[in-house]
């Protein structure tokens, strides 16, 4: 309740202090292609709600009809315009109203497409136990997606070798772990990322450590080794296919 509380709260306050940067960054969005500055697109909630989200549009018309789900830096259906908003998180921005809507909350694991939750292990499904939210641990440590995924051939694949396992387990963390002071450190910690990532990634490693994390994702929180393929958590083998 009181989490609730205070999402609503500082939900609606951060839409009256950032509404000029709606106004303008819509605008330019739209004034690309005279289409509509945002993309609403299904994702799943908790309790595998489907709900549906909304984020600034920082691709092309209809990008989501190639059937991709994970974006790499390199995707050439991500416009100028696109590149900017989503390398400072300004396409987030109307996940506001998903919050205040109750369908997200400012703190929690990002939600994903039912393609993706659907390849969940047992273990995983907790995640889908709370309501996802704009950023958590993973959202700071692998801030750089596109570029892990930078020139994959596979990029859908690559995401469930690479990223996934490991963005799962810090889900998993988090719902063991938190707390209204963790949900805002993290919140504090997203600002930081943006200006300097490895300053809130040595933050992060703190938090990790103090929790007793397990030492491999401490190590692989640092982000200072190449990502290899890895089991997600609850599974011995990896993911291979999608299907």
């Known amino acids: 309740m009181v ?3 205070f999402d609503i709260v500082v939900a609606l306050i951060l839409l009256v202090i950032f509404t000029p940067f709606l106004i303008i ?6 004034k690309q292609d005279f289409y509509s500055p945002f993309y609403v697109t299904p994702r799943v909630g908790k309790k595998e709600k489907i709900f549906k989200m909304i984020k600034f549009r920082s691709m092309v018309i209809n990008a989501d009809k190639s059937g991709v789900d994970s974006t790499s830096s390199s995707d050439n259906r991500i416009t100028p315009l696109g590149a900017i908003i989503r390398k400072y998180k300004i396409d987030e921005l109307p996940n506001f109203f998903n919050i205040i809507i109750g369908d997200m909350s400012f703190v929690g694991p990002r939600p994903n497409v039912k393609r993706e ?15 996802p939210g704009i950023t958590d641990f993973a959202s700071i440590v692998f801030s750089d997606e596109g570029d892990i995924l930078e020139n994959s051939i596979d990029p859908d694949l690559d995401y469930n070798q690479l990223i996934r396992p490991w963005k799962s387990r810090l889900g998993l963390f988090y719902i063991k772990n938190r ?3 963790l949900d805002i450190k993290l919140m504090i910690l997203t600002a930081i990322s943006v200006i300097s990532k490895q300053n809130a990634l040595n933050s992060i490693n703190k938090i990790l450590v103090k929790f007793s994390a397990e030492d ?4 692989i929180s640092k982000r200072e080794n190449k990502l290899t393929p890895c089991p997600p958590p609850g599974s011995d ?3 291979t296919s999608r299907e």
């Open 237 to 239: 083998s990896i993911v």
């Open 25 to 30: 960054f819509g605008f330019l969005i739209w």
């Open 3 to 5: 989490k609730r509380l």
């Open 179 to 181: 707390t209204l002071i």
């Open 117 to 131: 939750t659907d390849l969940y292990t047992s273990d995983e499904k907790i995640i889908l136990s709370i309501r």
């Open 216 to 219: 491999k994702l401490i190590e």
